[in-house]
Nanobody
Framework: QVQPVESGGGLVQPGGSLTLSCVAP????????MAWFRQAPGKEREFVAA????????YYGDSVKGRFTLSRDNAKNMVYLQMNNLKPEDTAVYYC???????????????????WGQGTQVTVSS
């Protein structure tokens, strides 16, 4: 069992960059698929990116492809979301999530994840 904790949110101007971090303490971190989701006011939770457990591939939501990069450091129990060329529509609460499941077709579904952080606010505005 892991308990993700996010950090790194804040206010950034359009076109700017921000890096979110997520730490999930525990001895079996590498066995978890880790993901980022986001939720804007009045909208459903949206898939951002996921990195599969045990050295598997990384996947991105269509709205962030080419702008966001997800990476993980298993030695530190960390995942990072590098966000570049930020747009006002990226404004949301960003959540880190974890699951021991590894079904590719479900990686973009919030229901596939059992462990969630409290979220960190990202606001893109001039």
């Amino acid at each position: 069992q892991v308990q993700p904790v996010e950090s790194g949110g804040g206010l950034v101007q359009p076109g700017g960059s921000l890096t979110l971090s997520c730490v999930a303490p525990g001895p079996t971190f590498s066995r978890y698929t880790m993901a980022w989701f986001r939720q804007a006011p009045g909208k459903e939770r949206e898939f951002v990116a996921a990195t599969r457990k045990n050295g598997g591939n990384t996947y991105y939501g269509d709205s962030v492809k080419g702008r966001f990069t997800l990476s993980r450091d298993n030695a530190k129990n960390m995942v990072y979301l590098q966000m570049n060329n930020l747009k006002p529509e990226d404004t949301a609460v960003y959540y880190c999530a974890a699951t021991q499941r590894d079904i590719i077709s479900t990686l973009n579904r919030p229901s596939a994840y059992h462990y969630w952080g409290q979220g960190t606010q990202v606001t893109v505005s001039s």
